[in-house]
């Protein structure tokens, strides 16, 4: 009898703790009996919860049931874990938050789960057009760069305009695009921002513009005390409206920005042109003699590396003081790059890339005296901004690279160890165009996600729930 019960008791208990079920096993082995399309209860993925919401709630009913609707408890027949990952699973698959998607004037609401993480993803701000860039005030507020011309302030959920900024050629790709804050903003208030510049210039009857960089002050929402820091000569000035870069990191008392190619493919080559650089500069603006091209004839000063085609994402790696890059690729061929001083990044001698039309820039992926990118994605996700997770709130990402990317509207994580990809995985799916990844002074996750179908510009955060 006694041996019996035991016997019992492990087949009924092992299989189900040892081997936790799949939300999908559970749901059709239990629930489906009763919440189906033709089942009394609502259908638990494609009706909307009429009692519960959060992961909390639904963990809670479904632990102990309501007598009162008719739901039963499964606290007996299920473990912890399963009823938790359950919860998540029915939270982030339930129709109300489908519809839901970004633009709900409350909060996104959405939770997900990725790479050992339970996030939620919370909407910080909203407004018409496209967000290029936010960085963090010391006390909390966000600054936020707008692509037609517009640096924000934002406070508790509201927009405050800072005037005075300078005028942008807001036409194609260009616009105001980075601002960031010094490394010692709190000691010497400096804020840089990036931007397509119009110095006047025509070509082809078109206005010319290119890359250029301001630092300035903020006081009382106004921008003063403004400084050149970089803006390139007429002549290097181009008509075309895209491929501008640009990201900065600062590094050791120099400000690092990139600049696209500005769709002059070979000029990325030619170290007379500003256009498909890495550029490195004191952060007053003076160029440092110690630069790869400073003693080379006809090359421009500026440049720290070159053959870039648009790296629109350039981070810091604290660690190794090693500064890693994005880079938009054509159709495929987008890439991650370490960057180095006076290096050949290869564009467009070399590329996994092909034209938008499908024809072929080149047969060729190396060459001697040109860098391989130490990651590719092809075909082309549309990469943005990047961020080494440094949080002891993802502290399962830690040290991992974060990657935004605009036309497949993910997140990815991707590991990097002794300078090569270890691993590439997506952690949030389907949110919106992601062009800024930050990673806040709390450890959370700033996103600026941008929506072509409502011409809406979000910030977003992700924290960890529990
Ligand atoms: C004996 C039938 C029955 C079974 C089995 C059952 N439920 Fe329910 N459930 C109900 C009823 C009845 C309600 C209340 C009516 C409604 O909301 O559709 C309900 C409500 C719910 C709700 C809340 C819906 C809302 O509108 O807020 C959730 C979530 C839920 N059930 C999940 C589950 C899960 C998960 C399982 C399987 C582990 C399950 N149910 C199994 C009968 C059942």
Not at 241 to 249: E, L, M, T
Request: aromatic letters at 10%; hydrophobic letters at 35%.
């Amino acid at each position: 009898m006694h041996r019996f019960y035991l016997f019992y008791f492990i087949c009924l208990f092992l299989p189900m703790h040892l081997d936790a079920k799949t939300p999908e096993a559970i749901i059709s082995e239990l629930c489906s009996g009763c919440h189906s399309d033709n089942g009394q209860a609502g259908h638990l993925l494609k009706s909307r919860y009429q009692h519960v919401n959060s992961v909390n709630e639904i963990t809670h009913l479904i632990q102990h049931g309501r007598d009162d609707l008719g739901m039963p408890a499964f606290s007996d027949a299920l473990s912890e874990a399963e009823i938790k990952q359950l919860a998540v699973y029915l939270q982030q698959n339930n129709q109300r938050n489908k519809h839901k998607s970004l633009f709900n004037p409350k909060q996104v609401g959405l939770i997900n789960s990725a790479q050992g993480h339970t996030f939620f993803v919370e909407r910080i701000v909203e407004a018409e057009g496209v967000f290029w860039s936010v960085d963090f005030f010391p006390g909390g507020d966000l600054l936020i760069a707008q692509r037609s011309g517009i640096l924000w302030r934002e406070s508790d959920g509201q927009l405050t305009k800072i005037t005075g900024i300078p005028n942008v050629l807001a036409k194609g790709q260009g616009g105001l695009l980075d601002a960031k804050f010094h490394p010692n903003y709190k000691e010497n208030g400096w804020v840089y921002l990036s931007y397509s510049e119009d110095k006047g210039v025509t070509r082809f009857g078109r206005t010319a513009s290119m890359t250029a960089v301001v630092r300035g002050k903020i006081r009382a929402n106004k921008w003063v005390e403004q400084q050149t820091i970089y803006s390139a000569d007429k002549d290097l000035h181009i008509a075309a409206r895209q491929h501008y870069g640009s990201r900065f990191v600062f590094k050791e008392g120099y400000v690092y920005f990139s600049i696209g190619d500005r769709g002059q493919k070979k000029q990325a080559q030619d170290l007379s042109r500003a256009n498909g650089k890495v550029i490195r500069l004191h952060d007053d603006g003076r160029i440092p003699v110690d630069n790869p091209f400073v003693n080379t004839e006809g090359a421009l000063p500026h440049i720290w590396s070159y053959g870039h085609r648009n790296p629109q994402g350039m981070t810091l790696h604290t660690p190794t003081g090693n500064i890693w890059s994005t880079e938009h690729g054509p159709k495929g061929g987008d890439e991650i790059n370490l960057i180095k001083k006076g290096n050949n990044y290869g564009w467009p001698v070399i590329t996994y890339g092909v034209n938008y039309s499908g024809t072929k820039i080149t047969d060729k992926t190396h060459m001697k005296g040109m860098e391989q990118p130490k990651h590719y994605w092809t075909p082309s996700i549309a990469v943005g901004d990047v961020d080494f997770i440094d949080s002891t709130m993802f502290s399962k990402w830690q040290g991992a690279l974060l990657v935004a990317s605009l036309k497949s509207q993910e997140l990815r994580l991707v590991r990097i160890s002794d300078h090569s990809v270890l691993s590439d995985d997506v952690v949030l799916s389907d949110i919106a165009r992601i062009r800024e990844t930050q990673i806040a002074p709390d450890g959370s996750i700033y996103l600026a996600a941008n929506s072509r179908q409502t011409g809406k510009a979000q910030i977003l955060r992700l924290v960890v729930v529990q």
